[in-house]
């Protein structure tokens, strides 16, 4: 539960941090990226706490998130960007934490 309190908590801290000006709209944006997470719809089963998102699950590889880090310096997609890489690294932590590894 904690986790997943992180998903909303972190993007917050980001816009008020760095996006004072527009940090609703920030906050939203980077709340928006949470739905790369639809890609654990295809996994059997949906949900396994045990199991590491990093690596597994179609949107959660590793060319994806090279793809992620591109976006973050793109003045347009930055906010796409900043919301998929914090999805990714709060993954890759909880990988960490769960399993004690950084990606499956």
Do not use: E
């Not at 801290?13 to 920030?26: C, E, P, T, V």
């Not at 919301?83 to 690294?89: A, D, K």
């Amino acid at each position: 539960m904690f986790h997943l309190s992180l998903h909303f908590i972190v993007p917050a801290l980001i816009a008020a941090l760095f996006f004072r000006k527009r940090w609703q709209l920030s906050y939203w944006v980077m709340m928006a990226t949470m739905l790369v997470d639809l890609d654990h719809l295809l996994a059997i089963p949906i949900y396994d706490a045990s199991r590491c998102s990093i690596g597994f699950h179609p949107l959660h590889q590793p060319w994806f998130i090279a793809l992620y880090v591109v976006l973050c310096f793109a003045p347009k997609t930055r906010l796409i960007g900043l919301g998929l890489m914090t999805h990714m690294v709060l993954d890759s932590i909880d990988c960490q934490v769960t399993n004690g590894v950084w990606v499956n």
